[in-house]
């Protein structure tokens, strides 16, 4: 049933308090997600420490041992390393971040089912119809939001994973190769590739962490309906309301 | 009225309106803008990406040879001018579209602030009492301030980085050799010289920006905090001097 009540936003009627089965995920969700964000972000320090160490022994070579066509096998296999890397890992670490963030959104829908459940409980204790507000239109944007977020990040990963193994292929030859590439080569057509998707996947993984940053404003927006509808509601059951 | 609580930073004050402080007012209305703003430098971004992503595609598709060639094409300099001069701000670009987003979020909890303020006015004269709040505790004044200074540092690193990105649109008008070539003492090299010393600071400067504003929403945070712990302190006062009166009776 829906209503409007005196001051009070739309509002539904409760049979019994409780939260949404949205609410109620959330409430299992946000710890998970906190984890594998905190994971995601020490694996990709402990990647980046390998890719250093590695940085450090290549760049303990002369120009023309690391870049010679005579370049040594493992010269190239940190090359490899070092550049594949440099091409996911930005990616990683920020989709660690999106999981946190993510969190927090779950964190925030959890405060909403807390309210909603609480909220309920005070008006059926005090034996009055049990009403809650009709979700706002943010409610329904907010996840959607998040999930989306999330989307975006691990579409630019799983992109940055593929381009960073073309990426392998073509800094497993030797500097002075790839610079002496001749017009129309699949090594040319490759680095070719392996550039260009490099500039404008960072943008794209930064729509994710934008949209999931959204989700969190709408999160709150709702909490703040919400506190607004409780208070009024109190008052009214003060005042006599049924 | 001010007295002060041993559970809280704040004192109390009597309030006659329920109604939101002028800062709160204005919080309620201005996360829209800053959240829209926030998402539309955000898409702008992506679209100077793939503008940049194309200029790449087109550059690094010439061979070595071509590419460090001094007599190299008008249109291969123009692509590395436009190349190397956006690297140098879109990063800050991004990061103010980030910083909007938790100014908006920033926003959101001092509307939540306001609703609690104005609200706990109203439930207390339901219940026919006098109407107590929290007097500001000291992050409540300072949250909005480090909002404002996250947002200005970002501001500040974008306008230095779009300086930066026009001395860096110079250098690379030349053609590889000619800046390779560059002798110590020339223009060119000292140009070169300071978009790289420029490049290398600018990086971490919109994290501080950032941070500013994150700090701000851990202050904001606790504000809530502290205003939730007052509103139970003072639901149990009322409750307890409704038995008191209930008992008298």
């Known amino acids: 049933m829906t209503q409007a009540i005196g001051s009070l936003p739309r509002t539904i009627e409760l049979r019994a308090p409780g939260m949404t089965k949205m609410q109620e995920i959330a409430k299992l969700m946000w710890l998970p997600m906190f984890a594998m964000g905190l994971m995601v972000l020490i694996a990709s320090l402990v990647i980046g420490g390998v890719e250093s160490v590695l940085s450090a022994d290549l760049f303990d070579l002369g120009k023309t041992t690391r870049e010679g066509t005579n370049a040594t096998g493992s010269t190239l296999d940190k090359q490899q390393f070092i550049e594949s890397t440099r091409l996911w890992l930005p990616r990683f670490q920020l989709l660690g971040m999106g999981l946190l963030f993510a969190g927090i959104t779950f964190l925030l829908a959890t405060i909403l089912g807390n309210l909603r459940l609480y909220g309920g409980l005070v008006q059926e204790k005090s034996g009055r119809k049990v009403l809650a507000m009709t979700p706002p239109w943010s409610a329904q944007v907010f996840p959607i939001a998040m999930m989306a977020g999330l989307m975006v990040l691990i579409v630019s990963l799983v992109i940055s994973i593929v381009v960073a193994f073309i990426a392998g292929d073509v800094y497993g030859n030797p500097i002075s190769t790839i610079n002496g590439a001749g017009a129309g080569s699949g090594l040319l057509d490759d680095f070719q590739t392996v550039k260009t998707f490099g500039t404008w996947l960072q943008s794209l993984a930064f729509v994710g962490l934008a949209l999931v940053l959204s989700g969190i404003t709408l999160a709150l927006y709702t909490i703040a309906q919400v506190l607004r509808f409780q208070h009024e509601r109190i008052a009214q059951l003060a005042e006599g309301a049924e | ?249």
């Open chain 2, 1 to 249: 009225m001010t007295t002060t609580s041993e559970m809280l930073f704040g004192g109390r004050a009597v309030l006659a309106k329920p109604e939101p402080t002028t800062m709160q007012k204005l919080a309620r209305f201005m996360w829209v803008p800053m959240l829209l703003m926030g998402l539309m430098v955000i898409a702008a971004s992506v679209g100077i990406s793939i503008a940049n992503a194309a200029a790449t595609s087109d550059y690094f598709g010439l061979p070595q040879a071509v590419r460090g060639a001094a007599d190299a094409p008008a249109s291969v300099i123009d692509d590395r001018q436009f190349i190397e001069s956006t690297n140098v701000w879109l990063p800050g670009f991004q990061l103010l579209g980030i910083g909007l987003i938790l100014a908006a979020i920033t926003f959101s909890l001092a509307n939540i602030l306001g609703v609690f303020r104005a609200g706990g006015v109203r439930v207390q004269q339901a219940f026919g009492h006098e109407a107590e709040t929290l007097t500001p505790p000291i992050t409540a004044r300072l949250f909005p301030m480090l909002m404002m200074m996250g947002l200005m540092i970002l501001i500040l690193n974008l306008v230095i980085s779009a300086i930066i990105g026009g001395l860096a649109w110079d250098v690379y008008g030349h053609s590889v050799a000619e800046i390779n070539a560059a002798t110590e003492g020339s223009d060119l090299l000292g140009d070169l010289s300071t978009v790289n010393t420029f490049k290398t600071w600018l990086a971490p400067l919109p994290f501080i920006g950032i941070a500013t504003i994150l700090v701000g929403i851990s202050f904001a945070v606790h504000t809530t905090l502290q205003v939730i712990r007052f509103q139970g302190q003072r639901m149990r006062e009322l409750a307890f001097a409704g038995a008191e009166e209930g008992g008298a009776r």
